[in-house]
């Protein structure tokens, strides 16, 4: 038996090391001790000896007892040692904090967007029908350029009633106000310009509404939507003889010049972006630097997420409405701080975040306060500078101190 013992921990040193072997050893001690107590429960039974009976059953509440012990949580303070090897199999790194600055970046996914505050939709103001296109899809346009010919009723009548208005009131100010009196005189004066504010508001152009007034233009009710900015064509969906309702959206023009790009960040995610924060944006691995320019105070209801517009410069016309864009705010803390990686934060049995302090006991547990989230880092606070920290490999330490062993090899 004993030279069995022997082997078996042998075995035991060379999968796990000592305290592996001795938890094995330790249950064969027991296994041993089981059959001596059973060979005693058979003698006693054959010697009808009921108080060996009774040792018996307190041997194995003593068993129960130890292994109702056993949990697979750790409590801060716990320790687990490791040898270089050990380590070296599980990736585990131990870093010295030292108080730092930290320039640090979040990230969001975002959307390229039209400038909505320099863009223009160009669309009739009364129910029309389609004559001529002058325009097409990525056409770069200049202000008051054609963009589509259209034919109107109510326009027509508007034109024939700013023809006669302009005759009298060319035919009143020639007579002069003393010749026609003030009724007359006001009269043709406030018919003039009421329907020429009625041509201004079907969006006739000041020179179509000069050549009615002079009776050079013929063709009463066709008129002619100009582009109001200098911007490119990103929308046409109509066709020739169509018949469009007032508000419908024939043209949309945009200054691609500058951009909006709209981030979308957690509901949760605490930041300060006020209006010029820095941030940078990456499309098809290019870089592109962008400036915060409104931050939205209403969480949406469909995707649950808080919008940020920020403003990117596009002289070279690269970016394009529609591009998905990887968004990155650029920080940087004011003094220095403690701070550690995500993945070296782990919770305790309690629920308490601890890391795991390297001492001359082991790594052992230790509870921290969390401060910013500083991006890839997480400050933290209840812990002495300089104090050797575990920064990679936590959760297998984590782990470890659970199972209360360490084995590289998984035996």
Known sequence: MKTLIA??????LLAGGPAYAGAHLGHIHDDHADHEDRDDEHEDHDGHDDHGDHDGHDGHDGDKDDHAGHSDEYEEGNAVSLSAEQRRLAGIEVSRLMPEYVDYEVYAPGEIKANGYRSYIASPRTDSIVLT???????????????VTLFSETVAEAQAAHLVAAAEWQRVRRLGRQAVGDKRYLEARANFENTEGRLVAFGLSESAIAEIAANTNSDLGAYTLTAAIEG???SDDFQQGQRVEAGNALFELADESELWVEARLSPG?????EAGTEAF???????YPAAVAQEAHTIDPVT??????????????????????DVFFSFATSSPVLS???EALMR?????????????????????????????????????PGTPVVTRGAFFVASQIAKGGFDPHDH
């Open 232 to 234: 490119v064509v990103l």
């Open 281 to 287: 944006i990456v499309v098809k691995n290019n870089r």
């Open 340 to 342: 550690v990686p995500q």
């Open 348 to 384: 305790d049995s309690h629920g308490d975040w601890t890391v795991f302090k390297e001492t001359d006991e082991g790594l052992v547990p230790t509870e921290v306060e969390l401060g910013r989230s500083l991006g890839s880092l997480q400050e933290i606070s209840g812990i002495e």
């Open 7 to 12: 082997t078996l921990m042998t075995l035991a």
């Open 133 to 147: 296109r002058h325009a097409q899809l990525g056409d770069h346009v200049e202000p008051g350029q054609p963009l």
């Open 269 to 273: 995610e605490t930041l300060r972006l």
């Open 304 to 325: 649950r997420t808080r919008v940020v517009r920020l403003i990117v410069a596009n002289e070279s016309h690269q970016l394009h409405s529609g591009m998905f864009a």
